[in-house]
């Protein structure tokens, strides 16, 4: 493919693929399966990487994020970013509706919409293109997060249709619910602290500094307000309707009233219908339609005049606590549960409610029998408020956190700095043994066919198995004749444990079950590390100086492999067979004299092709870079090579060489 084909081809991937993330994620109407659209996807990446000239930072490749860590810039907000005042009846928004018709003697309308319960995000649009993408911050300043913020498939890149050429518009980033239980789970699965909600999950992850890790996250985005001095229309639902034709996702519910019933209308709508959302809500705007009204109105210190939240309450009941029972996780983490007499709370019967930690007992200052307020909001699973004092019995007693664990009896210890009670005895204590295993042979770990947490029990009860390395030493014999396990399904599973001894290193390691080790911390520890060996015997500067990896995580590593019995597990583990380094192959001619480098190759080459000179940078230990930035080393030029990627070699001063200078300096 020569130079003017590929950049035909490249624009038009471009294109299409946009539209295709346009469907599936702002309309939810996808029309090509994932396959057709990963090829096109990866057809477009091999493209860009052959010819790094037509490189462009809004292309649809660029969302799947880098694994290079990045500071956050503050950036001052061009108009500031206010909040809302909030109300909670619908006398305060019939006060709203007085004190706004005083203020102007014209007529005007309103426009409901649903408050999102996620992190309020502006983005700015020049000629079309997504520049710029701030966090409210202080409504000043806010962190730059433009990295993180590409990465999300809803927010569009380079916009269609008459756009204006400068604007600003703002929403809300969110973690749609389903997501947010998975990484929950995934989250308790490494014993680390579940999010409470949510908005704390959509905000910890657009603060992540690796953007690769925000893009598997799946955030999404609505947006609700326009700013700018060109813009097409007056009315503030017109906007909308204009912004969704330049491919934003926008809120299909909002709606336009003309005077307080239907206001109240759509609040009392959507008190109910919200519940059936795939985000969270937790209220509704109302906005004074015209945007020449608001500017008459104007605002406050902190808040607009044109616009008013009316927060839903919480759905609350109150019950008694009965009591509290104590749940040992796979890491050891006790966690208190409170049992309490069923009752009726926003359509569903409310038996238990988490407790979290010792803390939140302590500040509840719950007593057993206490009535408590029970209320189902943001967090969806349930949680108890407060306490209602006035039926507490005089000599009920405080609840006392355990001190021992209740599954194996063992003394329970709570470290500096965490708010968790955990069981020491990690190779004793049933739950314990039990959930390692779980995590073993799940599908992102050892990825073992035909074992589940039932079998897992039953080879428990049985004395089969108490530690991973025990699965190793299963027969057939032991499997058959066990509760519905015939021949086959034993096959199976003994089957699978041998094709597990080819999983690779960094998902052994995951799957050992070191807390705070998850998928992404193992991946980086195996490819920097190499070895179980080095692993093991790093200090907690060198485990500290790989990528990702701080001292909470380091600190658990040293302490993981100090256990003897972690040590016994781990050559039990190596004698099987399992993989615990890194496979990597030398191969022949290389060298690391490039060891460093970032190289970018740009036009083409007589001697040599395209992907056999990338291949040698490689060889050598160098790096093939796509776009060239300050901290690009050398710019090897071929014939042909863009005009805009050679100026900008020269403004920033990166020595371009040919391919006969690069094989010199390898000599
Ligand atoms: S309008 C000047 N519309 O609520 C007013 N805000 O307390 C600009 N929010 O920081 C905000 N949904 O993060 C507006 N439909 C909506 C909203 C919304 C959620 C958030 C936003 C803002 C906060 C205000």
Not at 40 to 57: R, V
Not at 262 to 277: A, T, V
Request: glycine content about 6%; some cysteine; proline content about 3%.
């Amino acid at each position: 493919m020569n130079q003017n084909e590929a950049a035909s081809q490249i624009a038009h991937l471009r294109e299409e693929l946009e539209k295709q993330n346009h469907n599936y994620y702002v309309l939810n109407n996808p029309t090509i399966d994932d396959f057709t659209f990963d090829q096109m996807l990866s057809e477009l990446i091999g493209l860009e990487t052959e010819f790094p000239e037509f490189f462009d930072a809004n292309s649809p490749t660029q969302r799947v994020g880098s694994d290079h860590n990045q500071d956050f810039k503050q950036v001052a907000h061009k108009y500031q970013m206010l909040s809302l005042s909030n109300t909670y009846t619908e006398e305060e928004v019939q006060e709203f509706d007085q004190r706004a018709h005083k203020l102007t003697d014209e007529n005007f309308e309103y426009v409901c919409e649903l408050k999102f319960d996620g992190v309020s995000i502006s983005l700015t649009y020049e000629k079309g293109l997504l520049v710029k993408a701030v966090t409210r911050g202080d409504g000043e300043k806010g962190d730059d997060v433009t990295a993180n913020v590409k990465t999300i498939k809803s927010i569009p890149l380079r916009l269609k249709g008459d756009y204006p050429d400068e604007f600003e518009i703002r929403g809300e980033i969110l973690l749609p619910f389903s997501i947010f239980e998975m990484l929950n789970r995934d989250r308790e699965e490494i014993g680390e602290q579940p999010f409470a909600n949510p908005r704390n999950a959509a905000s910890g992850t657009l603060k992540m500094q690796n953007s690769s890790v925000v893009a598997s996250r799946k955030l999404d985005a609505y947006l609700y307000y326009v700013l700018g001095d060109n813009l097409p229309d007056d009315g503030h639902i017109e906007l909308l309707h204009h912004a969704s034709q330049w491919g934003f996702k926008i809120s299909e519910h909002t709606r336009k009233c003309k005077n307080l019933q239907e206001i109240f209308d759509f609040l009392h709508e959507w008190n109910i219908k919200r519940k059936e959302l795939p985000v969270a809500t937790d209220g509704v705007v109302i906005k004074i339609n015209s945007s020449r009204i608001q500017q008459e109105l104007g605002f406050t210190a902190k808040s607009p005049r044109w616009a008013i939240a009316y927060k839903f309450k919480a759905e609350r009941v109150s019950t008694t606590l009965n009591s509290v029972s104590y749940q040992v996780g796979r890491t050891g983490a006790v966690t208190p549960v409170a049992n309490l007499t069923p009752v009726l709370l926003a359509g569903t019967v409310v038996k238990r409610a988490t407790l979290h930690n010792e803390d939140v007992i302590k500040s509840l200052d719950l007593h057993m029998g206490d009535t408590v307020f029970v209320e189902k909001g943001g967090e969806i699973i349930p949680k108890i408020v407060s306490v209602d004092l006035t039926g507490r019995h005089p000599m009920s007693e405080p609840i006392q956190f355990i001190e021992r664990c209740p599954e194996c009896n063992s003394l329970l210890i709570r470290q500096d700095g965490e708010s968790a009670w955990y069981c020491p005895n990690e190779t004793g204590c049933p739950p314990q043994i039990k959930g390692k295993l779980e995590h073993f042979i799940s599908r992102k770990a050892m990825n073992i066919d035909g074992l589940g947490s039932e079998t897992i029990e039953l080879l428990f009860q049985k004395k089969l198995i108490n530690d991973i390395a025990d699965l190793y030493d299963l027969k057939q014999s032991d499997l058959v004749g066990l509760d519905r396990l015939g021949e086959k399904s034993a096959t199976r599973i003994l089957d699978s444990l041998e094709t597990s001894k080819q999983v690779p290193f960094e998902r052994v390691l995951f799957a050992l079950g070191i807390r705070y080790v998850g998928e992404t911390v193992a991946k980086k520890l195996a490819r920097d590390l190499k070895s179980i060996e080095r692993i093991e015997t790093a200090s907690i500067e060198e485990l500290t100086g790989v990528e990702e990896i701080g001292s909470k995580i380091a600190e658990s590593l040293v302490n993981w492999f100090a256990d003897d019995r972690n040590k016994r597990l781990v050559d039990r583990l190596k004698s099987q067979n399992l993989r615990f380094e890194m496979k990597s192959e030398q191969k022949e001619g290389q060298t690391d004299k490039l060891k460093g480098l970032s190289i970018i190759i740009s036009g083409t080459f007589e001697k040599i092709s395209r992907d056999d000179l990338k291949a040698f940078i490689e060889l050598n230990g160098g790096k093939n870079v796509t776009s060239i930035s300050a901290k690009t080393n050398y710019l090897v030029a071929g014939e042909n090579i863009g005009p805009s990627k050679l100026e900008k070699a020269q403004k920033l001063k990166i020595p371009i060489i040919s391919e006969d200078d690069l094989l010199q300096l390898t000599n």
